[in-house]
């Protein structure tokens, strides 16, 4: 079964510019979450979904982050308009959720992004 | 809120043991999980602790004191392979906090 998705890999954008960056969970997970990664903050928690609804994005930085996730399949984190600040590598991640899983977190490889 | 606390930095020799440890400070506490992370890669699963006590998996075991808000990872036949990030993670309902991290350098 392949792991969570996400694309792009790498992005190198401008100050002002809108990122858009993507995220497929594994089929038939009920959970999944953004997370924002830097040396400075660690693994920070931005949002998380549970079957498509937003439970908790009280870790969205500012006005500008924004997600969705319209279907079980697929999620986005949009930020409009980036910042330099904004330079961190994203992940995703799905679990599911429910005895007898322990609902381990699965990491999707992340994308960087660097807004110059 | 969570707080987590980890040390930044261990470093261990080839074949050794190395325990790394994990506070916490969190209401609501469901579990505690612990995540390998090698550079430039995603965080990968490695233990997950709900009961007091030490859960055994191989060269790695995890522990757990809930009411002492404490957890560590134990690193057993240290390997080249094991240098990366250690990360602790609490869990809250369906929310996942990670701690700091502590990165492990195994010298030969």
């Known amino acids: 079964d392949a792991g969570v998705i996400q694309s792009p890999r790498h992005e190198v954008t401008e100050m002002g510019q809108e990122v858009t960056l993507r995220c497929k969970p594994i089929?038939?997970?009920?959970?999944l979450f953004w997370y924002r990664q830097t040396m400075m903050r660690g693994l920070e928690l931005l949002i998380y979904?549970?079957?498509?609804?937003?439970?908790?994005d009280s870790g969205m930085p500012e006005d500008r982050f924004s997600a969705k996730m319209p279907n079980a399949s697929f999620s986005t984190l949009k930020i409009q308009p980036s910042e330099p600040r904004d330079s961190a590598v994203y992940f995703c991640?799905?679990?599911?959720?429910?005895?007898?899983?322990?609902?381990?977190?699965?990491f999707g490889e992340g994308s960087r992004l660097t807004v110059l | 809120g969570q707080n987590i606390d980890q040390p930044t930095e261990m470093t261990a020799t080839e074949g050794a043991i190395v325990q790394i440890n994990c506070t916490y400070q969190?209401?609501?506490?469901?579990?505690l999980f612990w995540y390998q992370q090698h550079a430039g890669e995603a965080p990968t699963f490695l233990s997950y602790?709900?009961?007091?006590g030490l859960e055994e998996k191989g060269r790695f075991s995890s522990f757990l004191s809930r009411s002492k808000g404490y957890s560590y990872l134990l690193l057993k036949e240290l390997q080249m392979k094991d240098s990366a990030s250690y990360l602790c993670?609490?869990?809250?309902?369906?929310?996942?906090?990670f701690g700091p991290g502590t990165r492990l350098s195994v010298l030969p």
């Open positions: 991640a799905s679990s599911l959720r429910g005895a007898p899983n322990t609902g381990e977190l699965f």
């Open positions: 089929s038939g997970h009920n959970s």
């Open positions: 979904f549970n079957n498509n609804v937003p439970i908790d």
């Open positions: 969190t209401s609501g506490f469901n579990g």
């Open positions: 602790n709900v009961l007091d």
């Open positions: 993670a609490v869990t809250k309902g369906q929310n996942f906090v």
